[in-house]
């Protein structure tokens, strides 16, 4: 399969930012005790770091349908790319529960397991593996279905203790569940909303069969009416984001709430703005290439490469931060979910490092990306499929 330009900067430049998130969350000072979105104690540049991240999961999500439409182009077999959506499915399930979990908490005891974007992949993957016998525009409707009206779920009256709502939440909205005593589940991306960003971004594949300036003008169309739509829901304040937006004490904060969209599940608003500025990126990046492009595409070519080993190497920098902070190995409070934060002490460096650091990260790992790409390129493994 040819390699589509525009796909893999876009997906690069989301890579990016989501290490920027993940640095922010480990190792900054207020991560374990303050919100970068509550209005209350935030500052802008604090909810704007936040903020910008909140591309990186849709976008991940979209491109992932969109990669698998492009890669099942070349197969006629339909029993066969079930069996491979089932197979990729079910590896990156099994990945979340070990080697992502892991890397997240870094408990040997695995006291917390938590359902996020690569589980997520993962039973879209298989649902979409139980679809491929329907049209793309089939797909593409399922998909806007879920998407305009998942945000309903909550309005559902199911009875008091509904065996129904205990069995379909999960599915629909974050939530913890323990397992045993000392084990608790986390879903935190509940899989029916993400589905729907992952059956468009499918769907959208075969726009890019289409001649390169009418799919630059398609793309623009899309985004530009992705980014109204959410402008005029968002301003009504009637629908499609449980939060409301409301006057704030000066227009930057008003402005922030305006922003203040819900990622967990992703509603309406939050997709519509993610996905309206991804259309856009890709329209801009479809024929402008030179070394800082090159550069970015370099870590989208290798998604999941990179999303496994940035998450070690920024936790394996926060421990190390900990230690030259003067904590001892005792203090550090991993069966709780704190990831190795010392609980109950302030710890961590402020937002300015937090850029330093995510800098710092990104560029560690661009060599590490090369290499595997070329790898991946030169080699006919089996399991490269996979990673």
């Known amino acids: 399969m040819k390699r589509i330009h525009s796909i893999d900067f876009t ?37 704007f770091t936040r903020w910008i991240t909140y591309l990186c999961a849709p976008i991940f999500v979209f491109l992932a349908g969109t990669s698998a439409y492009l890669s099942l182009q070349k197969v006629n077999d339909i029993s066969e790319s079930r069996n491979f959506l089932f197979k990729r499915g079910l590896w990156l399930i099994l990945l979340e529960f070990t080697l992502v979990n892991f890397g997240l908490f870094f408990d040997l005891g695995f006291h917390s397991f938590i359902f996020e974007v690569i589980a997520a992949i993962g039973v879209g993957f298989i649902i979409l593996g139980l679809l491929l016998k329907a049209s793309v525009k089939i797909i593409a409707a399922i998909g806007l279905l879920i998407i305009f009206c998942h945000d309903l779920f909550p309005l559902i009256p199911f009875s008091e203790g509904s065996m129904i709502k205990a069995i379909l939440s999960p599915l629909f909205s974050p939530g913890a569940f323990p397992l045993t005593p000392h084990t608790i589940f986390i879903m935190g991306y509940p ?83 993610t996905l309206g500025i991804m259309f856009l990126v890709l329209a801009a990046t479809e024929n402008v290439r030179g070394r800082p492009m090159q550069i970015v595409t370099t870590y989208g070519r290798v998604p999941l490469f990179y999303f496994l080993v940035h998450f070690y190497l920024i936790h394996l920098s926060m421990i190390v931060l900990m230690f030259i902070q003067g904590f001892s190995w005792d203090q550090l409070d991993f069966a ?52």
């Open 11 to 47: 997906r690069g430049l989301v890579m990016i930012i989501m290490a920027l998130d993940h640095v922010r969350d480990m190792m900054h000072i207020d991560a374990m005790t303050q919100s970068p979105t509550n209005l209350a104690t935030t500052t802008p540049a604090l909810f």
């Open 191 to 273: 899989p029916i909303p993400w589905l729907g960003i992952l059956l468009i971004g499918f769907a959208s594949g075969k726009l890019f069969a289409l001649p390169v300036e009418k799919r630059i003008k398609l793309f623009v169309g899309i985004g530009v009416f992705a980014l109204t739509l959410f402008i005029a829901l968002r301003f009504i304040n009637l629908y499609g984001d449980p939060v409301s937006w409301s006057s704030q004490k000066n227009s930057i904060y008003t402005f922030l709430s305006f922003m203040n969209i819900t990622k967990y599940p992703p509603s309406l608003l939050f997709t519509l703005v």
């Open 336 to 387: 709780s979910g704190n990831m190795g934060r010392a609980k109950g002490i302030t710890s961590g460096i402020s937002l300015a490092v937090v850029y330093v650091v995510w800098i710092s990260v990104v560029i560690i790992l661009y060599k590490p990306c090369v290499w595997y790409g070329r790898y991946k390129s030169t080699h006919n493994n089996w399991w490269l499929k996979y990673l």
